[in-house]
C-alpha cells in the first residue's frame, strides 16, 4: 500500500555508493548450507529478496545473528530441514538454489516452483537436467519440486541454453559429488564468479567460472569462511543511467568497471561521458542524447536488466533506437507505462522501436517488474512535475535505500503510506 511521489525536472548531482549484488548475494546464501560451518557474509544489500533467503536458512534451522546492517553470520552446522516452506519461495525467483545446495548436502530437498517478477515462463528444465545427470530423480506435483538421491556422482552436463540460474545450480549440486563435473555452455555472468569464489573459499574445487566451461572435482566436505559480495553492476548501471538521462554529474562508488563496460559503452554511444576509476566511475551530460541500437544478450553483452532503464533514456534521444530483447518474453511491458508519459514507442514482438520525443510529462504510474520498476523511477526523475509510482514492492526486492540514495543526489522522491490508518490521518 505504499507509492513513490516524484517532482522531477532536476539533474542529479553527487555521490552515490552501490551495495552488495543481490544476484550473487541470493546464491550465495544457499551455498552457506553446504559449508555446515559458521560463515560470515559482508555487503549484503539490504533488500527484501535478501531477508526472504535469511528467512528460508532460518526455518531450516539455521542460526542468524546480525552483525550489522549488511553483515551476517550464519551457522548452518545444525540444519535439520529439507523443504523451504511455500508461501517463503514463492516470493522469489532465486529460491531454486535451495534445491542444489540441499541436495548436496543432504541428498534431497523440496522447493515451490519460483516466484519474483513475471518476466515469461521460467523453465527449469535445465536445472533439473543437471540433478538427473548427477543421479537425482525429480518430481514437480502441485507446484512443488523434489529432488532425492542416494548419492550424487560427477557427470559431463552440456547446457542447451545459457542460463545463470542453471549453472549456479550446476556448481552448487556438484561440490561434493563423487568425482568431476564438467559443465558446458555455462553463464559467464559477476554473480556466477562470485559464487565460485565463496565455494572455493569454503574448500570447494570449482575451476573455470567467467569461461563457458566449468570443472568441479567433488570434495567430502567444507567449511565456513568469511566473504564479502561484490557490488551490484545492476545499482551501478541504474544509477549511472539515472545521471544521464537528468542531465547530471554523479559519481558512482563500489563499483567494479570492468563489469559495467556493455552499460559503460552504450552511454558513451549515446553521448554521455563517463570517467571510469580503480572503483568508481563518474557520469556525466551535457548535450543530447543520441539513438541507439541494443541488442540484450548473456554476460559479455548488454544486460537483459538494463534494458528497461536504457529504453526510458532512449524515449528522449534525438532520433530512432531499437532495442532487441533476446533473453526474456515479457521484458517490455513498461512501455505501456512510457506511452502515459508521452513516449513514442511501437512493439513488435521482442523488438523496440523508440522515437525521441522532447520530454517526458508526468502521470501516475507502475512498478510492473524489479527493472521496469526503478525504469519507471528514472523516468519521474526526467519528466517536469510529479508522478506517482505504485507497487513499489518490486523496486524494493533489489534496491537498497532507493529514496535516500536518491535523495542523496538531489532528486525530489518521498515514499508515501496509503494504508487506510495513514490515509485518515493525512485527512
Known amino acids: 500500500m505504499e507509492k513513490f511521489v516524484i517532482t522531477g525536472g532536476k539533474p542529479l548531482h553527487g555521490e552515490v555508493t552501490i551495495s552488495g549484488a543481490k544476484n550473487a548475494a541470493v546464491g550465495i546464501l544457499p551455498a552457506t548450507i553446504l559449508a555446515a560451518d559458521v560463515c560470515v557474509i559482508e555487503n549484503l544489500p539490504d533488500i527484501s529478496d535478501v531477508a526472504v533467503s535469511l528467512k528460508i536458512l532460518s526455518v531450516l534451522g539455521a542460526q542468524i545473528k546480525m552483525l550489522n546492517r549488511n553483515t551476517y553470520e550464519i551457522d548452518t552446522t545444525h540444519l535439520t530441514g529439507t523443504n523451504v516452506p511455500d508461501d517463503l519461495s ?27 517478477c513475471n518476466l515469461g515462463p521460467r523453465p527449469i528444465d535445465q536445472h533439473l537436467k543437471v540433478f538427473s545427470a548427477l543421479g537425482a530423480e525429480d518430481s514437480v506435483d502441485y507446484g512443488m519440486i523434489t529432488v532425492r538421491a542416494k548419492e550424487l556422482n560427477g557427470a559431463h552436463i552440456f547446457f ?25 555452455n555455462c553463464a559467464k555472468e559477476p554473480h556466477v564468479v562470485d559464487l565460485a569464489n565463496f565455494l572455493n573459499m569454503c574448500g570447494a574445487d570449482v575451476r ?33 543511467v539515472a545521471a544521464a538521462a537528468t542531465g547530471g554529474d554523479v559519481l558512482v562508488k563500489n563499483v567494479t568497471p570492468k563489469h559495467l563496460e556493455p ?24 548535450g543530447d542524447l543520441l539513438p541507439l541500437k541494443i541488442n540484450t544478450m548473456p554476460h559479455p553483452g548488454f544486460p537483459t536488466d538494463m534494458q528497461p532503464l536504457m529504453g526510458v533514456l532512449l524515449s528522449v534521444a534525438k532520433g530512432t533506437s531499437t532495442i532487441t530483447e533476446s533473453v526474456w518474453d515479457n521484458r517490455f511491458r513498461y512501455v505501456d507505462e512510457l506511452r502515459k508519459m508521452g513516449a513514442n514507442v511501437q512493439v513488435d514482438g521482442q523488438v523496440a522501436v523508440f522515437e525521441g520525443v522532447d520530454k517526458l510529462t508526468p502521470a501516475p504510474l507502475r512498478a510492473l517488474d524489479l527493472r521496469a520498476g526503478a525504469a519507471m523511477v528514472v523516468a519521474g526523475l526526467m519528466a517536469d512535475g510529479t508522478s506517482e509510482i505504485e507497487e513499489i514492492g518490486h523496486i524494493e526486492r533489489g534496491y537498497e535505500n532507493i529514496v535516500e540514495k536518491l535523495q542523496a543526489l538531489g532528486a525530489d522522491i518521498k515514499k508515501v503510506d496509503r494504508t487506510p490508518a495513514a490515509l485518515e490521518q493525512a485527512l
Open 90 to 116: 514463492r516470493q522469489m525467483r532465486a529460491s531454486y538454489y535451495f534445491l542444489g545446495a540441499l541436495l548436496s548436502r543432504f541428498g534431497k530437498a523440496q522447493v515451490a516452483m519460483p516466484g519474483g
Open 160 to 184: 542447451d541454453k545459457v542460463s545463470v540460474g542453471a549453472t549456479m545450480n550446476g556448481m552448487l549440486s556438484a561440490v561434493m559429488a563423487k568425482g568431476q563435473t564438467i559443465l558446458e
Open 208 to 240: 573455470g567460472a567467467g569461461t563457458d566451461v566449468i570443472k568441479v572435482r567433488g570434495v567430502e566436505k567444507m567449511h565456513g569462511c568469511t566473504y564479502s559480495i561484490i557490488p551490484d553492476q545492476i545499482e551501478a548501471g541504474s544509477y549511472m
Open 263 to 286: 552499460i559503460t559503452a552504450k552511454l558513451r554511444r549515446a553521448g554521455v561521458e563517463v570517467e571510469e576509476f580503480d572503483d568508481a566511475v563518474r557520469v556525466r551530460r551535457t
